[in-house]
């Protein structure tokens, strides 16, 4: 195989990660507020059931969660799964994933903001969702920037483990293509890629950080 | 102050308590059109509490609030009388305006901070004008000319686009003060706007706040400034452990106050400057 065809396969590969990584980011970064929310919640019920779901998704491998969700309908319902549902059972066991490590991170952003920003909002007649939308939230992603960049960066990583259920992401081709060809160069590709993924998202986050520079914490 | 100006706010009665802990033992208090009222005391008597209360920031467990005429907290009978119930008041308890209307009675009056409160990601001027517009739904231009007439009255026109962190406490108390000014406020109240800062800067605040009350803005001022008391406000109340013990004209309860524990509070004070 000629290192052209090598590299061509690993691009087709690496879209599929880039795209479990976007879904992820799309599906995860909102949810987990809302299950950030129910961690913060009122009703001991809701909070407690929000409480043993994240301990849940951050205390078992996210590849055992993988499997469970990939083989879950069959095991459990009896459902057989459509051709598709090994993509979506990727995206679905990462987003339930990263929402729970996320809303750990919104819960002590949004902990941290001192009361008397709520009493003036509130004070100014501000309505709750203005004022956790237009006073709060702003304030708390500027402090959890630099946690949920790593979290992001834990991401691109983990999304090599859609290799358990053979989703075609860059490892699963890299593994397929070492095995066959008797060389580890696409390993070596494949670290590149990763690497040079890396390098641009912490570039980006980097940069929404200075945008966030706009103002101090006095 | 006219003698018979009609009240701005009424508080009848008041009975507030943190679980076990009885913080208003039963406080009335008003405060009439175009008035300057300063409550004084040690801290820990409640003076915070009543203002949060006046505030809708805490609820009364029982006794009244008007705001002008406006009935924002009346009182209930409690049928069933417990005395164990554990509530400060047991025997009545607090009916509010219904949770919209609530919102739309926070617009009677103006709050400033000890600590100010500013949101940091705003400019001095958008602390102002945002809640003009957020809430009450006035135009950017219009907001703009009231952010600036106000911090140009402040003394602080160029530093409309600073940042709070860019500016010194006493300058964010001054933007504080006009945003709590900016919605036309019918009073205004203060708790210990110049604690938190340096005794040099304090007079630029109680300044302004004399200023104001040159213009008749009617005040309700949580103070330790004894002197500024009892130059700028008519009248003083003295609260100690939950109760108002005295209330009086300024100059006359200050220099001669016939509660003893006013007049213990007073002295110490007197010894400490
Ligand atoms: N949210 C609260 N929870 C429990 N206790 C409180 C709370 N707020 C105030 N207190 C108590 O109420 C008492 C009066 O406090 P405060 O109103 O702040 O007095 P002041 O402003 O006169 O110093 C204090 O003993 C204080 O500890
Ligand atoms: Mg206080």
């Given at each position: 195989m000629s290192l052209e065809t090598m590299v061509s396969m690993l691009l087709e590969g690496s879209l599929t990660s880039l795209t479990i990584f976007a879904l992820t980011l799309i599906g995860a970064l909102p949810l987990g507020l809302v299950v950030a929310f129910g961690r913060m919640a009122k009703n001991p019920l809701i909070r407690g059931i929000t409480w043993f779901y994240i301990s849940i998704m951050r205390g078992t491998p996210l590849m055992l969660q993988l499997f469970v969700v990939y083989f879950g309908p069959y095991y459990l319902l009896g459902i057989q799964s459509s051709p598709d549902w090994r993509f979506t059972a990727v995206i679905t066991a990462f987003i339930i994933n990263y929402a729970a490590y996320f809303a750990e991170i919104y819960r002590g952003g949004i902990e941290s903001i001192d009361r008397g920003q709520y009493e003036a909002a509130e004070v100014l007649e501000y309505s709750s969702l203005q004022t956790f939308f237009l006073i709060i939230l702003p304030q708390v992603i500027k402090r959890i920037l630099p946690s949920l960049t790593n979290e992001v960066i834990t991401l691109i990583k983990d999304t090599s483990l859609a290799f358990v259920i053979s989703v075609s992401e860059m490892f699963t081709v890299a593994k397929a293509i070492v095995a066959a060809q008797k060389t580890m160069v696409a390993f070596g590709i494949a670290a590149l890629f990763y690497y040079i993924f890396n390098a641009i998202v912490s570039f980006i986050m980097g940069r929404i950080e200075r945008i966030f520079d706009f103002y101090k914490e006095d | 102050m006219l003698p018979d100006a009609p009240c701005v706010l009424e508080i009848k009665d008041a009975y507030k308590g943190f679980g076990t802990v009885e913080v208003l033992k039963g406080v009335s208090l008003s405060v009439h059109e175009g008035e300057v009222v300063a409550l004084i005391g040690?801290?820990?008597?409640g003076k915070s509490t009543l203002l949060r209360c006046a505030s809708l920031l805490e609820r009364l467990d029982s006794g009244e609030i008007y705001f002008a005429d406006r009935a924002i907290a009346k009182s209930a009978e409690v049928s069933d009388f417990t005395p164990e119930a554990g509530a400060a008041n047991p025997r009545s308890s607090s009916i509010y305006l219904p949770k919209k209307e609530l919102r739309s009675a926070r617009a009677f009056f103006g709050l400033v901070f000890q600590n100010f409160?500013?949101?940091?990601?705003?400019t001095a001027l958008r602390n102002i004008t945002e809640p003009l517009m957020a809430v009450e739904k006035m135009d950017n231009k219009a907001a703009e000319a009231r952010g600036v007439e106000l911090l140009t009255k402040m003394g602080l026109a160029e530093k409309a686009d600073a940042y709070p962190f860019q500016l010194s406490g006493g300058q964010q108390q001054r933007v504080a003060i006009a945003r709590a000014l900016a919605p036309s406020p019918k009073i205004l109240y203060f708790d210990e706007p110049t604690s938190a800062l340096d005794p040099e800067i304090t007079a630029e605040i109680l300044k302004i706040i004399r200023d104001l009350a040159a213009e008749n803005m009617t005040m309700l001022i949580v103070t330790h400034e004894i002197n500024f008391a009892r130059n700028v406000a008519d009248r003083v109340a003295f609260m100690d452990q939950g109760l108002i013990l005295e209330t009086g004209f300024a100059k006359e309860l200050i220099d001669n106050p016939t509660n003893e524990r006013t007049r213990a509070f007073l002295s110490k004070l007197g010894d400490n400057d």
């Open positions: - | 040690s801290s820990g008597g409160n500013l949101f940091p990601h705003y």
